[in-house]
């Protein structure tokens, strides 16, 4: 019989430190920073690397994770600048440092190949990550990939933008509550308890300062033509009801690249391993034992 795993409840620390070390760059901070990152393990066989998104943490995978503990060693880790993760000085949350910390995490764990799973733009990470250093992935699946587009909210979008330092101070719990329900096809997920706890490691100038540059320095064009031009298999999901990333974008990716296997989910938005974890778990078990077929 498997075992079964509880849920993640609270966005508290609940795991453990490993500390790597960031090498600087020239100016400000020219010597090797060491940074601590925040990271919880469940379950036992081959290694699974969960990686959320931009202002989230472990707390996302509250139900996914311990489905997928069910079969796998899961490693959920908080990305530097999120979650309980330090907010490094000499980090410019660019595609290379962000693959290259996902290796470095890798290395501290004693990790030398795993499978891994990413949501979003932690999945556009997660793929490049694996392009980047393919000696060092399995299976990757990918949770509707890709970054901020005009569906989403204004305040979000203009954290791009030349007055994203302004707007970065801008975010009250308020906003939280106006905008997390967009992210969901079955708005009720969203509990005033979900807000709490994401609103809980963002509610700081450090926290927003890593979000804004985050998505200022995500360049998912460089990302794409990487991946495109590794011709590497990917499992990427999408939800069909997806108003953030609507589903068209899957048949785009889909026509560039054409090596993946696809999948839609039915009745889910944008975060759909909050939505409809079993079926993320079932299908991503699916793929990594069986590769899983195409719908």
């Known amino acids: ?47 699974l690397l969960l990686v959320h998104s931009v202002g989230q943490s472990i707390y996302t995978w509250r139900e996914l994770m311990p489905m997928l503990a069910e079969s796998y060693c899961v490693i959920a880790i908080d990305l530097l600048g999120f979650g309980h993760s330090d907010r490094p000085l000499s980090f410019n949350y660019s595609m290379d ?8 995490c890798l290395d501290a764990l004693g990790v030398k190949k795993t499978h891994a799973l990413g949501v979003t733009i932690g999945a556009v990470y997660t793929m490049y990550a694996a392009v980047k250093y393919p000696d060092r992935f399995m299976k990757v699946i990918a949770l509707t990939p890709g970054g901020i587009t005009d569906k989403m909210p204004k305040k979000i979008r203009r954290l791009e933008g030349p007055f994203g330092v302004f707007f970065r101070e801008l975010y009250s719990k308020k906003d939280f509550q106006q905008y997390m329900p967009l992210f969901y096809y079955d708005g009720t997920v969203c509990t005033d308890t979900v807000i709490d706890q994401y609103y809980k490691t963002c509610d700081d100038h450090a926290s927003r300062q890593a979000i804004m540059y985050a998505i200022r320095n ?64 079932e299908a991503a078990d699916r793929y990594i034992r069986y590769k899983g077929e195409e719908t």
Not at 25 to 41: I, S
């Open 218 to 281: 995500f360049d998912e064009e460089y990302a794409l033509d990487a991946i495109k031009r590794a011709g590497r298999e990917f499992f990427i999901i999408w939800g069909d009801e997806d108003r953030m990333q609507p589903i068209k974008r899957l048949f785009e990716l889909r026509e560039m690249l054409p090596e993946s296997v696809y999948h839609s989910i039915r009745n889910t938005g944008h975060w759909m391993h909050e939505e409809k974890a079993a079926q993320i778990a």
């Open 1 to 47: 019989m498997k075992q079964k795993f509880k849920p993640i409840v609270n966005s508290d620390l609940i795991g453990d430190y490993i500390t790597i070390e960031l090498p600087g760059f020239p100016g400000a901070h020219p010597k090797p920073e060491p940074c601590r990152v925040h990271y919880l393990t469940m379950g036992s066989g081959e290694p």
């Open 97 to 104: 440092e962000t693959a290259d910390v996902l290796i470095k």
